[in-house]
Nanobody
Framework: VQLVESGGGLVQPGGSLGLSCAVS????????MSWYRQGPGEERELLAT????????SYADSIQGRFTISRDNGKNMFYLQMNSLTPDDTAVYYC????????????WGQGTQVTVSS
C-alpha cells in the first residue's frame, strides 16, 4: 500500500495551494480518506475526511470554509484545496486512508511541507 502526497510548497499569506494524494495497493472506493497536519512542536491534527460510500465530508473547525477535500475514485486520488492561507497553516500535511469498516490500522503518506510566509 502506498500513499504519495504532492503539491506542497511555499505560499504567501492569503494565497491558495492544492494538495494531492495518489493511493495504490488498496481498493480505493472502500476507503475513507483524510488529511492531517502537524505543525512544529504540535500534535498531528485531523483536518478533513471524505467518506467512501457517499463522499460525505467533515472538517475541523480550524479550516472550515477555507479548505475543501475531494476524491476521484476513477483515478485513485484525493485532494485538499486550501484557500486563504495564514502562517498558522504552516505544517507538514499527511494523507491517510482507512477502510470503511475500520478493520485495518490505516495507511499514511510520507507528508508534504506547506509553508505560509511572506
Amino acid at each position: 500500500v502506498q500513499l504519495v502526497e504532492s503539491g506542497g510548497g511555499l505560499v504567501q499569506p492569503g494565497g491558495s495551494l492544492g494538495l494531492s494524494c495518489a493511493v495504490s495497493g488498496v481498493t480505493f472506493s472502500w476507503y475513507d480518506m483524510s488529511w492531517y497536519r502537524q505543525g512544529p512542536g504540535e500534535e498531528r491534527e485531523l483536518l478533513a475526511t471524505i467518506g467512501s460510500r457517499d463522499g460525505r465530508t467533515s472538517y475541523a473547525d480550524s479550516i472550515q470554509g477555507r479548505f475543501t477535500i475531494s476524491r476521484d475514485n476513477g483515478k485513485n486520488m484525493f485532494y485538499l484545496q486550501m484557500n486563504s492561507l495564514t502562517p498558522d497553516d504552516t505544517a507538514v500535511y499527511y494523507c491517510y486512508a482507512q477502510d470503511r469498516l475500520g478493520i485495518s490500522n490505516g495507511y499514511w503518506g510520507q507528508g508534504t511541507q506547506v509553508t505560509v510566509s511572506s
